[in-house]
């Protein structure tokens, strides 16, 4: 889907959930209101769906009282979860941060690895029938890091050139040196993506009105209808678009590939460096980096290069200051969906690709902080530096500067 309309990175350990209660006005500390209903909760953190479909978790100890005791209600009244289908990976939801990590070695991170030209895969990759269930419509299929699960046949060939894109995500994020955990796990269960033949039955499987495409924390799993993916029912069979828009599938799949960071890294990182990859331009399995610059800026700018979208902020445009959106909350940054990715998508290209000597160096401590168990503040930290949020946005406006594009903030 278009990443305003996109599901939170990660729900931590929901240890309680159950059908959505009535909605309802919900108050944070600041006053400020949003209109939606309980899904579940832990002792730290309420799950919350807005009337509009969107799911956001929020801090409990931000909102007011009113909505905790509302929450300590609902949560006694919530049933145990249902059993896991047979189908999916046999390990708890509700634990698999631990599971999507197995066998990772962290003596050998990557992080001084020079970035790289390209990233992704040489051929297509050799496709597996697990399961070929018409009565149920359950067909699974498995490429070598993903399991696909479709509610209607799709032959191997087809899925080969769909499965291309995702092993080409998987490498490209193995790749870059920013020492992506979930490629560097390889006991580590088969990533989930689930196909809808019709929108109908993707929206009813959960994904939001609107959407083409979500990753959603709880079962840590993708779903996507077949033409969010650019396969075109034609007759009695389909066939694959290769001119398709993908970037909902880059955007999504990269979240789903660092959904263990989910807890550490602020909402404008988490959507903004999903943004970043995902403008990376891709082709025949590869996606370049020596491009990307020029294509994510324009994405986030204008409508993006060959029609592909794009947030159109402008070249010249008032945001608001970096102490606020760098501390934003989910709610807060989707307040304004559009706007926000891009800005969120502008400040990781600048920590990646403009601060310091430009090789990222903050960026990269930043992840490795989140990875240590560093707090979302102290995380922060590290992109400041010894810095002050004033002088951070002077550097900022500075360097988009010689790009073209001034920037203001407020």
Request: glycine residues 10%; charged residues 25%; aromatic residues 12%.
């Amino acid at each position: 889907m278009r990443l305003l309309r996109r599901l939170p990175l990660l729900c931590l350990f929901p240890v309680l959930c159950h059908a959505d209660e009535p909605a309802r006005k919900w108050t944070d500390a600041g006053g400020r209101s949003f209109e939606g209903s309980y899904v579940s909760a832990t002792d730290a953190k309420v799950t919350i769906k807005r009337t509009d479909g969107k799911v956001f978790e929020v801090e409990r100890a931000r909102l007011s009282k009113e909505d905790q005791d509302y929450i300590a209600t609902a949560a006694k009244a919530s049933p145990a979860p249902a059993p896991a289908a047979t189908t999916t990976p046999k390990f708890d939801p509700r634990d698999y941060r631990a599971h999507m990590l197995e066998g990772y070695d962290g003596s050998a991170p990557n992080f001084k690895a020079p970035w790289p030209k390209d990233g992704g895969v040489d051929k297509e990759p050799e496709i597996t029938t697990i399961e070929e269930n018409a009565g149920e419509k359950r067909f699974i299929y498995e490429s070598p890091h993903f399991r696909f699960q479709s509610n209607v046949v799709l032959r191997p060939s087809l899925l080969a050139k769909v499965a291309m894109m995702f092993e080409a995500c998987f490498q490209m994020h193995h790749d870059i040196p920013l020492n992506n955990r979930r490629t560097r796990s390889p006991k580590a269960p088969k990533l989930n993506a689930f196909l809808f033949e019709t929108m109908e039955e993707y929206h009813t499987a959960g994904g939001p009105s609107g959407s083409s495409g979500v990753y959603m924390s709880q079962g840590d799993k993708f779903l996507v209808p077949l033409e969010g993916l650019g396969v075109k029912k034609v007759g009695s069979g389909y066939m694959f678009d290769y001119n398709g828009n993908f970037h909902t599938v880059y955007h999504e799949v990269t979240h789903q590939l660092w959904a263990d960071l989910g807890d550490y890294a602020g909402i404008w990182m988490i959507e903004g460096f999903a943004e970043f990859m995902a403008s990376a331009p891709y082709s025949n399995g590869k996606f370049s980096f020596i491009k990307q610059p020029s294509y994510a800026l324009e994405y986030a700018t204008g409508f993006g290069k060959k029609d592909s979208g794009g947030r159109d902020l402008g070249k010249e445009f008032t945001m608001p200051h970096l102490k606020e959106i760098m501390t934003w909350s989910q709610p807060q940054f989707y307040a304004n969906g559009n706007k926000n990715y891009g800005l969120g998508m502008l400040l990781v290209y600048y920590f990646v690709l403009l601060d310091g000597d430009g090789t990222g160096a903050r960026f990269k401590d930043c992840i490795q902080a989140c990875q240590e168990g560093k707090s979302e503040s102290e995380a922060l930290q590290v992109l400041l530096g010894d810095r002050s949020y004033e002088a951070l946005e002077k550097d900022v406006a500075t360097a988009f500067k010689k790009k073209g594009i001034k920037i203001s903030f407020q």
